[in-house]
């Protein structure tokens, strides 16, 4: 049974850790090292960090001065002596379970990246869905292009379970935000296999002060460059291969900037959509029925709103927001 390093960044979590950690150290995969990274925290988070390592001699808890999530999962991955390296977010928690089916996916299927689906958890609620059971095995083109999609294989971190060697020239982007678009993609790209299980064993929290919750310039700044480098690596090393993957990529998360950038009063957001509007609409318009045959309703009309770009149709996307979050 080999090692597997669990890596949890924390900061000010006081509230979920104790839920977090508790379902880490009931796995039934026993053969863990569980990480704890106190990200400089300012409340409670870091004496209950020390409270579980008395309790059990797999963890190990590490403090450090604050220098945001990437910081932490990078001092992680540096202090990890496992074979296999899984994340797991200090305000979510998983199945008791779940490193047992990841390590169980990449034995049968001897892959480098294992992936199960998730739970949403939003008000206390899970999100209903439904789950299949069905397992994809992949190479990395077509993993990448499961990235793109981002859909059955979202860019988060904490689904997965990696063999250590691919983070051997990989660490996360220390100082921006969305840092998984940046990094994902890279995890994939230096694997031979991946598989997927539509089984959820990971609960997300979704909260409001998470960063996906803060609508702000330099988050969504982070967001929109990070999305331009990843489509810029991926069209200089892969070319034709994925352009359409790629093109759909970069359209589908646009969309979500778009719909900031029209639900909230951020007019730096639309400097930066300005200057890349043309190339924009360009790649909308070469892959217009690729486009419309992937997208769900929803985001068809955000699609045809920002293809079209006005006053007009920006107040139509805050209506349409605001009317979805009711």
Known sequence: MEKISVIVPIYNVEKYLEKCLTSIINQTYKNLEIILIDDGSKDNSGKIADNFDKKDSRIKVIHKENGGLSSARNIGI?????????????????????????????????????????????????????????IIKMNKLDGIKQILFDEKIPNYAWNKLYKKELFDNIRYPEGKKFEDIST??????????????????????????????????????????????????????????????????????????????????????????SEIYVDLKKI???????????????????????????????????????????
Do not use: C, H, P
């Open 284 to 326: 909308i318009d070469n892959n217009l029925d690729f486009l419309n045959k992937n997208l769900n309703d929803y985001n068809k009309k955000i699609l045809n709103y920002m293809r079209n770009d006005s006053k007009q149709y920006r107040n139509e996307v805050k209506k349409l927001y605001f009317d979805s979050k009711k």
């Open 184 to 273: 994902a993609y890279k995890l994939v790209e230096n694997a031979k296999n991946i598989v997927f299980k539509d089984v959820a064993e990971y609960y997300y929290v979704r909260r409001e002060d998470s960063i996906t919750k803060q609508k702000n310039y330099e988050n969504y700044k982070d967001y929109v460059n990070n999305l331009l480098d990843r489509y810029n690596d991926l069209k200089n090393i892969y070319g034709e291969k994925i352009k359409v993957y790629n093109d759909f990529g970069f359209v589908k998360n646009m969309l979500w900037y778009y719909t900031v950038l029209s639900s909230y009063d951020i007019k730096e957001l639309d400097i930066i959509f």
């Open 78 to 134: 540096e202090n990890a002596s496992g074979e296999y390296i899984g994340f797991v977010d200090s305000d979510d928690y998983i199945k008791e379970d779940m490193f047992e089916v990841l390590s169980n996916l990449i034995i049968k299927y001897k892959s480098d990246i294992s992936i199960v689906s998730f739970y949403e958890i939003e008000n206390g609620k899970i999100i209903e869905r439904q789950y299949t059971n069905e």
